[in-house]
């Protein structure tokens, strides 16, 4: 089930392959009246704990694909439904500590419809308070 939150709780995990931690994930999901395509789907960066991770050490799963940043940019066909989660998963040998954690992530679309000038804003923003979250890793 989904929450209501941009950051979802569910899935929110280090990522073990071969016996090794070499990172985690964290589910998003855009909170619109309807979902995007790929191609419209805008991403700045996963902040953990003050600690910055931007498009090159992330991968982004949807249905049960994986995409790198670039791949989505020019993914015109794929549709991001309202009531589907993408898991970004993000390159960080270890993983994270248990423990609470802050994370925000700044994401956005892009549409027609909307002036430019958004875009530039997003891209500028620092931090948004609209897609922070506490979350705990165990």
Not at 83 to 89: A, G, K, T
Not at 116 to 130: C, F, N, Q
Request: one cysteine or more; charged letters at 25%; glycine letters at 8%.
């Amino acid at each position: 089930m989904l929450e209501m939150e941009n950051i979802q709780y569910k899935g929110f995990r280090n990522i073990v392959r071969n016996g090794e931690t070499v990172g985690f994930q964290v589910g998003i999901r855009f909170v619109s009246y309807r979902g995007p395509w790929l191609s419209q789907f805008r991403f700045k960066y996963v902040k953990i704990d003050g600690e910055v991770f931007g498009p090159e050490v992330c991968t982004f799963v949807l249905n049960g694909i994986e995409y790198a940043y670039e791949e989505m940019l020019e993914d015109w066909r794929q549709k991001w439904h309202l009531q589907d989660v993408c898991y970004i998963r993000v390159k960080k040998p270890g993983g994270l500590a248990s423990g609470n954690h802050k994370v925000n992530v700044i994401y956005w679309e892009i549409a027609s419809y909307l002036p430019p000038r958004l875009d530039t804003m997003k891209e500028s923003m620092d931090e948004d308070p609209s897609t922070a979250r506490e979350m705990i890793i165990v």
